[in-house]
């Protein structure tokens, strides 16, 4: 089946510093696709569909000059947590649609100090 | 679409017997309905689906119900095992192009021995 990739799978960081989350779609094109973030016990929340070529959808309450997305090509979307601060602390997960499911990919656990 | 962050819900079943978890949608015109399962620490993975044109619809040791009437959905997993312990989430498409989900709160389920 498809696969989605993310990478780092864990990183620690200092408030302040910016980090860049990546998700690719391994052996299929995504045209589209969605971060979500997690807080611990609760359900996934969208929070961007990132389209390749053309700016990101952010949903209501994201703040689009904090969370950078680029999707530069069928493969590849980036989110870059800027200026990240203790709050920004979660599991952040990206999705790719395949036929008329998504696809998820592992996730990326961010700790910032 | 967007999910809305609650505290989960926990099953707590014993290991050999059924578990049920449910779901209530929002969509009556929803099609496509899903059940994810997330285990601790990665990210969400496709259980089984079901199209509204169904109201049941079995995969191994997994059945789905759709009840179109009260938009409820149901997971039932037979014979329940310690590997089952997760957070289960239902999805529901709102569009025909699968790039427009949303996502129940989930259920966390604990297997006891």
């Known amino acids: 089946g498809a696969v989605v990739s993310q990478h780092p799978s864990w990183v620690i960081c200092k408030s302040g510093t910016s980090v860049k989350i990546e998700c690719r779609s391994l052996d299929f094109q995504a045209t589209t696709m969605f971060w979500y973030r997690q807080f611990p016990k609760q359900s996934l929340m969208l929070m961007a569909t990132?389209?390749?070529?053309?700016?990101?959808?952010?949903e209501q309450g994201v703040e689009k000059d904090k969370f950078l997305i680029n999707h530069a090509s069928l493969t590849l979307s980036t989110l870059t947590v800027t200026s990240a601060h203790p709050e920004d602390s979660s599991f952040y997960i990206c999705s790719a649609p395949g036929g008329e499911t998504q696809y998820f990919g592992p996730g990326t656990r961010l700790l910032v100090l | 679409g967007e999910s809305v962050g609650l505290h989960l819900p926990t099953l707590s079943v014993q290991e050999g017997d059924n578990s049920i978890i449910n779901c209530a949608y929002s969509n009556s015109a929803s099609d496509y309905f899903i059940w994810y399962k997330q285990e601790s620490g990665k990210g969400p993975q496709f259980i089984i689906d079901i199209r509204s044109n169904m109201d049941k619809r079995q995969g191994q040791r997994v059945t789905v119900l759709l009840n179109k009437t009260v938009k409820h959905l149901s997971l039932q997993i037979a014979a329940t095992q310690p590997g089952d312990s997760a957070v289960y989430f239902c999805?529901?498409?709102?569009?025909?192009?699968?790039?427009?989900?949303?996502f129940g709160p989930g259920t966390r389920l604990s297997v006891l021995p």
């Open positions: 999805a529901e498409m709102l569009d025909n192009y699968g790039q427009n989900f949303v």
């Open positions: 990132s389209n390749e070529g053309s700016k990101a959808t952010y």
